[in-house]
């Protein structure tokens, strides 16, 4: 079964700095990966996802993930932090034709300082 | 453009109560699902459906059932509440196919008292 490992329940950056959310994943087989953003008191949205046909996904509101099947890491990274960035992160892992084998992870916090 | 909608926003309930959280989608998705948030712990499927009629367990079914009559409406029931359920539940619908984007409802905060 796949499953999916977030590192860092809470990232601090500042603003206009790098910001990086780490996402390891096991799976037995090719996996299908997601990167989701919850603001507060909102429902998850989808930021990217990964498709064979690119290791690197550009996402929406300038985020991008490097697929890396070496290191089974998919990580979030996006050059300049701006304040509208801070809220929760969720990667997530499917092997299947359904969501209904889709693992979270727990969530990393983002923070933006002015 | 609804999407999915989750009513109540909130909810307490008292020990033993019963109550259903609604979910609707407007985007004729075969698949839904109901998901709960806790800290730390990321979401845990609790049900899910990939049709009308048809609908199955998740991660942690104990203490919810579920009903696919439509393809619009999925109702999470919580059959006799405790403190345990406390929780944020998310409703997501999405195609059955592969690689597809989950949608999701803005959640029902529940507090079990």
């Given at each position: 079964a796949q499953s999916v490992t977030q590192l860092g329940s809470h990232v601090s950056v500042s603003e206009g700095a790098l910001v990086l959310l780490r996402c390891n994943y096991s799976s037995s087989v090719p996996p299908y990966l997601f990167w989701y953003v919850q603001y507060p008191n909102q429902g998850l949205q989808l930021l990217l996802k990964y498709t064979s046909a690119a290791t690197l996904v550009k996402g929406i509101n300038g985020f991008e993930a490097e697929f890396k099947k070496s290191e089974t890491s998919f990580h979030l990274t996006k050059p300049s932090a701006h304040m509208s960035d801070a809220a929760e992160y969720f990667c997530a892992v499917s092997d299947g034709?359904?969501?209904?084998d889709m693992r979270f992870g727990a969530g990393t916090r983002l923070t933006v300082k002015p | 453009n609804a999407g999915v909608t989750q009513t109540p926003k909130f909810q307490v309930l008292k020990t033993g109560q019963s109550m259903t959280l609604q979910c609707a989608q407007?985007?004729?998705?075969e698949y839904m699902s109901w998901y709960r948030q806790d800290p730390g712990m990321g979401l845990r499927l609790i049900h899910y459906s990939v049709g009308a009629g048809i609908t199955d367990q998740g991660e942690v079914p104990n203490g919810y059932n579920v009903s696919r009559s439509t393809t619009e409406d999925f109702p999470l029931r919580l059959l006799s509440a405790a403190p345990s359920q406390t929780s944020v539940y998310f409703c997501a619908s999405s195609y059955v196919r592969e690689n597809t984007e989950a949608f999701f409802g803005q959640g029902t905060r529940l507090t079990v008292v």
């Open positions: 034709y359904n969501n209904n | 407007d985007m004729n998705h």
